[in-house]
């Protein structure tokens, strides 16, 4: 619900101060002096009081491309947008939902290109359109974690199957946007299903010895040496378990 601002004295003797703001007390209907009323209707009046839904986290300085300001200990981000005109906004965070968006973070309306604020509003222009969107209205893409080696994107949420560099088999999820508590990722190989990285196993594991690849051709015949050959490692990651 709105709350409006008195910005000129009101036509009677007792008008409220300028400054005033008047909350809503039944749906959008303001009471005052014993009547209800609309503060929109008497736009002369009264002024709707805007406030703010986000917190400006970093300024980009535009003289030294990739100097950040983050500490805001002597002027507000507002105050130092204000004075310091080399500044521009670099990341700002949505305060109903705690979501953080940065130049170049990939939303449903293409990359952010820019923000600045219009009337207190936190306004996002990009690539794609210039003119700029409310930032309650922006959707971010997520960008995947990872990309697992068969081609499926890793979210927060996720569970994806890790195969270590000595082939150990483990299932993993992600939360919070992070790699999974005891994941190492050096070397190692992600999956999508369990099946997937089983057969990563069973085409890449050395497991054969040459005694294993001259016993092929006591039982080769009416099969192929390679499904006599995947028999055999199967037997012996079986073992191995």
Known sequence: MKKYKLIKKLPFENSPEI??????????AHYWNHNWFYPQDYPEFWQEVVEKDYEI?????????????????????????????????????????????????????????????????????TILESI??????IILLKKPLFTTEDGVDIYNGT????????????????????YPLGFIKDGSKQFSTKEKAEEYILMNKPCLSLNDLLSTNKWSKGGSVMTDLKKIIEQKIIRSK
């Open 19 to 28: 400054g005033y703001v008047s909350k809503p007390k039944s749906d959008d």
């Open 57 to 125: 986290v970093s300024l980009k300085n535009n003289t030294f491309s990739m100097t950040f300001v983050t500490d805001f200990s002597k002027y507000t981000p507002e105050r130092a947008l204000f004075y310091e005109k080399y500044l521009t906004i670099y990341s700002v965070k949505r305060l109903s939902d705690g979501e953080i968006f940065t130049v170049g973070d990939n939303t449903k309306y293409g990359c952010i290109d820019t923000f600045y604020i219009k009337n207190n509003y936190l306004m996002v222009t």
């Open 132 to 137: 700029g969107r409310y930032l309650k209205d």
């Open 159 to 178: 569970n994806f199957w890790n195969v270590s560099i000595f082939y150990i088999l483990n299932e993993f999820q992600v939360t919070n946007d992070i």
